[in-house]
């Protein structure tokens, strides 16, 4: 990321895998965001030695700052949390609330049965094949990474830019 010039924006906290990552990313010299909510960073689950920490009311706050000050996103290993919020942001770009990249890193096959699983639901029709193909996924995070800097939001994609040509009509 650092040497993308890729400044990282998460969820402030100084545990778990994004904890190692930050620390990282400023050893590297890069700048990074955290926004946490009040309680977490009461609970001292708060880093201290970020570039820049944002303390917000809750979750719904946190997410909604996350997604304003990111060029894009990416999922890594995790729990529940991490594919909540995966998935509201897969849901909205399908919206058109954001054309923001979104990146699955699927180290050593951790996300294989979820990218499996998308394709199960294109096939029994509850996702258009274009709405599981905005996640972009790889085992390599240079790749992804350049994935992520050349992709653009295809036309019409969005159900928000359908129903606008639906209503402008021809």
């Known amino acids: 990321m650092v040497q993308n010039d ?4 998460y969820g402030g906290g100084q545990v778990g895998l994004m904890g190692v990552i930050a620390d990282a990313v400023l050893a590297a010299g ?24 944002i303390v917000v009311k809750d979750m719904h706050e946190r997410k909604a700052l996350m997604a304003e000050l990111s060029d894009g996103f990416i ?18 770009a399908q919206l058109g609330f954001h054309d923001k990249p979104v990146g ?9 049965g979820l990218v499996n699983f998308l394709q199960h639901l294109v096939q029994q029709g509850f996702l258009k094949r274009e709405h599981a193909a905005l996640l972009l996924a790889d085992s390599d995070p240079a790749a992804l990474l350049q994935k992520l800097q050349q992709f ?19």
Request: hydrophobic share 45%; no cysteine.
């Open 6 to 9: 890729i400044a990282l924006v």
């Open 30 to 53: 890069g700048t990074v965001t955290g926004v946490i909510p009040q309680a977490l960073m009461e609970s001292e689950v708060g880093h201290n030695h970020l570039t820049r920490q």
């Open 75 to 92: 999922a890594m290993p995790g729990g529940i949390g991490t594919l909540e919020e995966l998935f509201e942001t897969l849901t909205w």
């Open 104 to 112: 699955l890193l699927n180290t050593a096959g951790f996300f294989d």
């Open 152 to 170: 653009e939001m295809p036309e019409g994609v969005s159900w928000m830019s359908r129903r606008a040509a639906r209503t402008l009509g021809p």
